[in-house]
């Protein structure tokens, strides 16, 4: 019985050719450093500071610290802003990086991002930080940081 099937499946014909798409290797060239704003969906702003970069077989995507600000326009004195403490992972150690990957060439939010031209030395080198991607980040930001 299953040399019979077997049988049958070899001497049929082929299946038509199937295309595979290559994979998306994602990139990011944003010095460590830099601040960009990020619009959330409510429209108010947020200041993310590039802290490093993750790199893998998937590519190369920024790990960033929040600065502690949400408004309606971008503060003229960034240098004085803290870092924004999220929910804890573990007691006593609150989330404060977030690394944001994207799975496709579109799904980061380029309209919403806006690099501001300011470099400030992070306040701290990467380390377990929250890996999200770019579609959820406003829902990360809402229920590990409180932000709306």
Not at 53 to 59: F, K, S, V
Not at 119 to 148: H, M
Request: with cysteine; net charge positive.
């Amino acid at each position: 019985m299953v040399l019979e099937k077997l049988r049958a499946k070899l001497t049929s014909p082929q299946p038509s050719e199937t295309r595979v798409s290559k994979r998306f290797r994602d990139f990011n060239t944003w010095p460590v450093g830099d601040l960009s704003s990020y619009q959330l969906v409510s429209g108010r702003l947020i200041v993310f500071r590039v802290i490093g970069h993750h790199t893998d077989r998937g590519g190369t995507a920024p790990i960033c610290e929040l600065l502690d600000w949400v408004g309606d326009e971008i503060p003229k004195n960034l240098s004085d802003l803290g870092v924004r403490h999220g929910a804890e992972l573990t007691p006593g150690r609150p989330r404060k990086q977030l690394m944001i990957g994207r799975a496709s060439a579109k799904e980061r939010p380029d309209a919403r991002l806006c690099q501001i031209g300011v470099n400030l030395k992070p306040s701290q080198k990467p380390s377990q930080y929250t890996v999200t991607l770019w579609r959820p980040l406003d829902a990360v930001l809402k229920k590990d940081f409180g932000i709306e």
